[in-house]
């Protein structure tokens, strides 16, 4: 079975999500293909050279169709069984076409963040909504990984028979590369994950952590500006370091040296930056928002703060010990290995994929 994995800009959580579906050892019949941006994207796959494709293009209206018909080139080529579209400008791509050209293969797709759950007018809300149902006609399911985005899916209007809900998982398995930074074992160490972009919160976790008074605790940042929206200024202070993107393969070991992973997005479908923590025994910080209230049970595996109050943030950093951080580690661990392994996501995905 050829499954071709459609992507847009490929980075950070959703190249996480689809590595995690490649690795299917138990269900040798599938072959997978990728294609996605040249821009934005992980280059490093477990895959051969040749079931890589990426096309030239950069987020603009004017790049639409030019993207369009390079992913359907590929489709055509490979006249794949199963096309899985990731994000919605992938399934834009994939199904618009589908339209007017007709399906020949199974779709599934997976929006990795409904666009009418994001911090907009309630207008575009709607119209979002719309051409999601519209699409929707040439899908054959679609996969929610949260109670809260399918919810969102249901409340917009979207058929509830087409809605699956699959928690992501990630393998158990931790890094075993040398971590290049030293975390100094006199202070607090938060770690922060992900792109520099709106949904994210950056801009509202250094404004939060710029009024924090203490000196014992020092923030890491891993990402960097991708899409338009906010652009942070990249500035180390004694209590602030920017280290970019890292290797994948390298994420983990931070994981491993902090003390807590910080979460302040505006919108989460899931969060996978979370159980990545959790994988390594560290609680979160995260905000209330999107699917993160699922994943983190506030004082037990991590501490849930309300976004629309700064105050219980500042709060928050302000009162942080780090022996209780640790006691909640240790219950993030747990729920971990009980709810988000990688088997349990990769066995009900093929099952969708193959129904």
Same mark, same amino acid.
């Given at each position: 079975?050829?499954?071709?994995?459609?992507?847009?800009?490929?980075?950070?959580?959703?190249?996480?999500?689809?590595?995690?579906?490649?690795?299917?050892?138990?269900?040798?019949?599938?072959?997978?293909?990728?294609?996605?941006?040249?821009?934005?994207?992980?280059?490093?796959?477990?895959?051969?050279?040749? #079931?890589?494709?990426?096309?030239?293009?950069?987020?603009?209206?004017?790049?639409?169709? &030019?993207?369009?018909? $390079? !992913?359907?080139?590929?489709?055509?080529?490979?006249?794949?069984?199963? =096309?899985?579209?990731?994000?919605?400008? $992938?399934?834009?791509?994939?199904?618009?076409?589908?339209?007017?050209?007709?399906?020949?293969?199974? !779709?599934?797709?997976?929006?990795?963040?409904?666009?009418?759950?994001? @911090?907009?007018?309630?207008?575009?809300? +709607?119209?979002?909504?719309?051409?999601?149902?519209?699409?929707?006609?040439?899908?054959?399911?679609?996969?929610?990984?949260? +109670?809260?985005?399918?919810?969102?899916?249901?409340?917009?209007?979207?058929?509830?028979?087409?809605?699956?809900? =699959?928690?992501?998982?990630?393998?158990?398995?931790?890094?075993?590369?040398?971590?290049?930074?030293?975390?100094?074992?006199?202070?607090?160490?938060?770690?922060?994950?992900?792109?520099?972009?709106?949904?994210?919160?950056?801009?509202?976790?250094?404004?939060?952590? $710029?009024?924090?008074?203490?000196?014992?605790?020092?923030?890491?940042?891993?990402?960097?500006?991708?899409?338009?929206?906010?652009?942070?200024?990249?500035?180390?202070?004694?209590?602030?370091?920017?280290?970019?993107?890292? &290797?994948?393969?390298?994420?983990?070991?931070?994981?491993?040296?902090?003390? $807590?992973?910080?979460?302040?997005?505006?919108?989460?479908?899931?969060?996978?930056?979370?159980?990545?923590?959790?994988?390594?025994?560290?609680?979160?910080?995260?905000?209330?928002?999107?699917?993160? &209230?699922?994943?983190?049970?506030?004082?037990?595996?991590?501490?849930?703060?309300?976004? @629309?109050?700064?105050?219980?943030?500042?709060?928050?950093?302000?009162?942080?010990?780090?022996?209780?951080?640790?006691?909640?580690?240790?219950?993030?661990?747990?729920?971990? #290995?009980?709810?988000?392994?990688?088997?349990?996501?990769?066995?009900?995905? =093929?099952?969708?994929?193959?129904?």
């Amino acid at each position: 079975m050829k499954v071709l994995h459609v992507g847009e800009y490929v980075q950070g959580g959703v190249a996480t999500y689809i590595s995690m579906l490649l690795n299917h050892p138990c269900h040798t019949e599938i072959k997978d293909y990728i294609i996605c941006s040249d821009k934005n994207s992980e280059h490093k796959w477990a895959l051969p050279e040749g #079931q890589v494709h990426y096309y030239t293009y950069h987020r603009s209206i004017f790049q639409i169709l &030019p993207a369009m018909t $390079a !992913v359907w080139k590929e489709i055509r080529r490979l006249k794949p069984d199963v =096309i899985y579209c990731h994000s919605t400008w $992938a399934g834009l791509f994939v199904r618009f076409p589908m339209l007017f050209l007709g399906k020949t293969c199974r !779709v599934l797709y997976n929006a990795h963040g409904w666009a009418f759950l994001r @911090d907009t007018a309630e207008w575009k809300r +709607k119209v979002y909504a719309c051409i999601e149902r519209i699409l929707l006609l040439k899908t054959d399911a679609v996969v929610d990984v949260s +109670k809260y985005e399918y919810e969102a899916a249901i409340r917009y209007g979207l058929p509830s028979r087409k809605q699956h809900i =699959i928690y992501s998982g990630i393998s158990e398995e931790k890094s075993k590369v040398k971590c290049p930074a030293h975390f100094s074992k006199d202070t607090i160490n938060l770690l922060f994950v992900g792109r520099f972009d709106p949904q994210k919160g950056v801009d509202y976790l250094l404004q939060a952590f $710029a009024r924090c008074r203490r000196r014992d605790i020092h923030l890491y940042l891993i990402g960097d500006n991708v899409i338009g929206g906010t652009h942070i200024e990249k500035k180390d202070t004694r209590r602030l370091t920017f280290l970019g993107w890292v &290797p994948h393969e390298e994420v983990g070991n931070y994981y491993a040296a902090c003390d $807590a992973v910080i979460m302040p997005s505006r919108w989460e479908a899931f969060g996978l930056v979370a159980v990545e923590a959790m994988k390594y025994g560290k609680p979160v910080i995260a905000s209330n928002c999107g699917a993160l &209230p699922e994943i983190i049970k506030n004082g037990e595996n991590g501490y849930v703060f309300e976004f @629309d109050k700064p105050e219980t943030l500042f709060d928050l950093l302000e009162h942080i010990d780090s022996k209780k951080l640790a006691e909640m580690g240790k219950k993030a661990e747990e729920d971990f #290995q009980s709810n988000y392994k990688m088997e349990r996501m990769v066995d009900a995905t =093929i099952r969708l994929m193959k129904n």
